[in-house]
Every structure is written in structure tokens, then in C-alpha cells.
């Protein structure tokens, strides 16, 4: 570290559900469609001073051997309905929704973010995914799916075009382009934010190009210090070639955390708690999602199979893969034998995100020196409780951040880019006096865009 002004952290609240981060077993476990739910993690996030408030999305529930996977939410509310609805109950943090670029349309998307920005004073903020997945696609018009190629070709031309709406207002917009042939007007002013702010979560090439070009908040997932420094390094040094500034672009790393009165009894909790998040059916749900065959017979408390992964085995439906099965099996086999773990071992090791855990000093002094040392600008905290889980965060370990001089103490500014420290987008000015002729702008997007989510 130099002798530069400390850093200051952002924080943002992820609301859990849409994989195992939740512990259902806990009888402070609660409801997760109910608004109250939503409600009470919202405003604690608020009372706490964090940037914004997150929801991820999930378009169809996922399957496991043709049934629905009975871990995951069932009937969970769409996203930008719910924080419209947290519009009313709060007054400064921020409000973030995950929406796909490849299942919807520029102007309609724009219009419903442009309106939350409007009802929120300048909080509304857009969490770019995209997806080939012809499960999930079945449930939209295309009755399938765009290849692989095309949907990082969608999304990016998706983002320009949806800007190019915000910066026209009640101008005409014209654009052409091979995903969206375009000529109309929004139905709005200028969102209050200039754009609401765009966040970006992947960590494949594409994505960090993407990111550099086009993100305010990269959502990402790297669980070291080393690895966090090379990403952020990695990401940041691309923002040149477009013409933007190191603290334009913020990396927010997914984070868990279990707090205890001493470090030792959070290393106790944790580990109750990984247990309960990855309990036998979800070990199995794990390997089957790898190894592609039925493991039904498997011991979840036994070594991993002996057997080798089937690269064409589809028994998981709606879940991204790790990566080649083949390669992965062999990657866990390695970890399983260095570390004697057994199959259910093994999954709570590879599958935990990045966490901090210790009493609240110990937690304070872990995320500030992430920070402090450029491993991460923030962090996107999913506890593993709804509604309650972030109470403990909040009451006990934001006054340490607070007292170490690295976290506000109240919101300075009314809006998301205000909390987050980014500039209003300069408007791109229609070349004509008439509001109603064609809105020519200047942004070009990059050739791609990013996968579907952190990691």
C-alpha cells in the first residue's frame, strides 16, 4: 500500500434464495415472497448505510432428473415489481434488479427502468445477464434459445440501445442493428440518473471487456486476496481504452460472513452453517450436476465416484456447469485426496463463496483490507438468513468500519451514482432542434457481453 487517503468501502445487500446460500432449517428462516421479507432486509440495508439493495433472478425453476429441484424458491415475485413496491418504504439505497437481456426488449426494459428511477429519486440500477440456455428459453416466445455467440452480440447491442433511449428522453430514436431494428420514443424523461447504473456480473473475457466498456459495478466472485487483486487489476487497466477512470467502475465481489463473539465460535457457526447449506441431497444435486449421471445410490458421506463423469449427461436442468466435467472431476478428486474429504466435503469446499468470518473486529479488519489493498472496491454481503440475516452485520460491524474512517457514517447525496461515487453520464445531444426527429448518438458497445452470472 501507498500513502494514498484510505479507500472507502461499498456495501450492498444481497437478498438469498435463488440457490442453497439460505438455511431453511433455522427457525428464524422466513418467508421468501411475502413483502415483509423484502421489506425488513431493505431497510436494514438502508439503516445501515449500504450502497443498494440486490435481487437476482430466476426465470424457471431448476430440475434435477425431470422434477423440480425441491431446494430451490418457489414462487418468488419478479424483481423490478418488488423494488418498485421498496421504492415507497425507502429513501436512499440503492435498487438493483436482475433482468435478461436475451428474453426482453431495449425500449420495454428501458421504459421499466427509467420508471423506477423516476419513483425512486435516481436509485434504480440494472444487473446485465444473458443466456443460451433452450431450458429456460422455453419459457418465452422464441421457444428456445439464441447460440452462445449471439447472446453476448444481444446484450451488447441490448445496453447501447436502451442508453440511447434514456439520453433521447421524448426524442425519436433510430437504430439499426443485426439484433434490433429500432424507431420509436420513450415514454419518459430522462431518468434522473442520467442512466440508472448498470451492473455487470461474469468473469470470462467477454465480460471483463464488457465491464470496462460499458459497467458501472462489476458483480463478481474471487476468494483470495491474490486472486482479487489480479481481477481488479486485470478490469480496471481496460477502462483506458474507452476513455474512463480507474473509480468509474467498481468491483463488488459476492461475499458471505458469520460473525461470533470470539473468532473461534465463528469458525464454529460457520461451519454448522455450510453444513446445514449443503446438506446430503444438495451434496448429490452437486455431483450429479457434474458428473451427469444418476448418483441417487451414492453415499454423500463416502468418497467421490469412482466412476467418470459422462461429458453429454443432462440429468441438471437450469443450473450453468462448472466447466468441462471431465477436467472439474478430476480438479475435486485431487482436492478430495489432499484434503481426505468425502463427497459432501468436498462440495462445501469448492462451493463456498468468498467469507468472512470471525467476531465483528476480525470481520471489519478482513473487508478493509480487501479493500485497502485492492483485491475488491466493496463487497455484495448474502447472508444466509431472510429477512434477518443482515441485522448482526449492520449493529455490529458497520460501527467498526465506520470508526476505522472507511464507510459513511450517513448517505451524502440522494441517488445510487451518488453512494457509489460515479458521474452522470453525459447526455449524447440528438443532432436536431425538432425533439421529434432522429436521435443520433455516439456510443458504440463492445462485440460482446457477459455470462450469466459471478464466476
Known amino acids: 500500500m501507498t500513502d494514498r487517503p484510505l479507500k472507502q468501502v461499498h456495501l450492498a445487500a444481497h437478498f438469498p434464495g435463488v440457490n442453497n446460500t439460505t ?12 413483502f415483509a ?4 432486509l431493505a431497510q436494514t440495508a438502508e439503516r445501515g448505510k449500504f450502497d443498494f439493495f440486490f435481487l437476482a433472478e430466476g426465470l424457471r425453476l431448476r430440475e434435477t432428473k425431470g422434477r423440480i429441484h425441491d431446494l430451490d424458491v418457489v414462487g418468488r415475485p419478479e424483481s423490478i415489481t418488488v423494488l418498485s413496491a421498496l421504492a415507497a418504504v425507502t429513501e436512499r439505497i440503492g435498487l438493483a434488479a436482475t433482468v435478461n437481456a436475451t428474453f426482453n426488449e431495449p425500449y420495454e426494459l428501458a421504459r ?3 420508471s423506477l428511477d423516476h419513483l425512486s429519486g435516481g436509485r434504480a440500477a440494472w444487473n446485465v445477464v444473458t443466456s443460451s440456455d433452450a431450458f429456460t428459453g422455453e419459457n418465452f416466445r422464441r421457444g428456445g434459445y439464441l447460440a452462445h455467440a ?3 452480440t444481444r446484450a451488447a447491442e441490448f445496453v447501447e440501445l436502451a442508453r440511447k433511449f434514456w439520453d433521447a428522453g421524448g426524442a425519436t430514436v433510430e437504430h439499426t442493428g443485426p439484433q434490433f431494428a429500432v424507431r420509436g420514443r420513450l415514454s419518459l424523461p430522462r ?3 442520467g442512466h440508472p447504473v448498470v451492473i455487470q456480473a461474469g468473469d470470462s473475457d467477454e465480460g471483463r471487456e464488457f465491464a470496462a466498456a460499458a459497467a458501472d459495478v462489476i458483480f463478481s466472485r474471487h476468494s483470495t486476496l491474490a486472486d482479487g487483486q489480479a481481477f481488479h487489476t486485470d478490469v480496471k487497466r481496460r477502462l483506458a481504452a474507452y476513455g474512463r477512470k480507474p473509480d468509474e467502475l467498481k468491483i463488488m465481489p459476492a461475499a458471505t460472513f458469520v460473525l461470533g463473539d470470539t473468532d473461534a465460535d465463528a469458525q464454529e457457526r460457520a461451519a454448522e452453517v455450510r453444513r446445514a447449506q449443503v446438506g446430503p441431497q444438495t451434496a448429490l444435486h452437486f455431483l450429479e450436476q457434474v458428473w451427469g449421471v444418476d448418483l441417487s445410490g451414492h453415499d454423500p458421506d463416502g468418497p467421490l465416484p469412482a466412476v467418470d463423469p459422462d461429458p453429454d449427461g443432462a440429468l441438471v436442468q ?19 485426496a489432499e484434503k481426505n474429504l468425502t463427497s459432501r466435503e468436498l462440495v462445501i469446499e469448492v462451493t463456498g463463496r468468498q467469507s468472512f468470518i470471525g467476531s465483528p473486529a476480525t470481520v471489519a479488519g478482513q473487508i478493509d483490507h480487501f479493500v485497502q489493498n485492492d483485491a475488491a472496491d466493496g463487497f455484495v454481503l448474502v447472508p444466509h438468513l431472510t429477512p434477518g440475516g443482515l441485522d448482526e452485520f449492520v449493529d455490529r460491524v458497520v460501527p467498526l468500519l465506520q470508526e476505522r474512517g472507511v464507510f459513511r457514517t450517513d448517505y451524502t447525496g440522494p441517488t445510487l451514482r451518488d453512494h457509489l461515487g460515479l ?7 440528438a443532432r436536431t432542434d425538432d425533439v421529434g426527429a432522429v436521435a443520433q ?3 458504440t458497445a463492445p462485440a460482446r457481453a457477459s455470462s450469466t452470472g459471478p464466476g
Request: charged share 30%; proline share 11%; glycine share 6%.
Open 318 to 336: 437450469g443450473r450453468v456447469r462448472f466447466g468441462d466435467p471431465l477436467a472439474v472431476a478430476e480438479r475435486w478428486r485431487a482436492v478430495a
Open 423 to 429: 458521474p452522470v453520464p453525459e447526455r449524447r445531444q
Open 37 to 40: 421479507s423484502f421489506r425488513h
Open 112 to 114: 421499466r427502468f427509467a
Open 23 to 34: 438455511v431453511w432449517s433455522d427457525p428464524a428462516s422466513g418467508s421468501h415472497i411475502e
Open 150 to 152: 449471439d447472446r453476448y
Open 191 to 193: 431518468p434522473p440518473q
Open 441 to 443: 448518438t455516439s456510443y
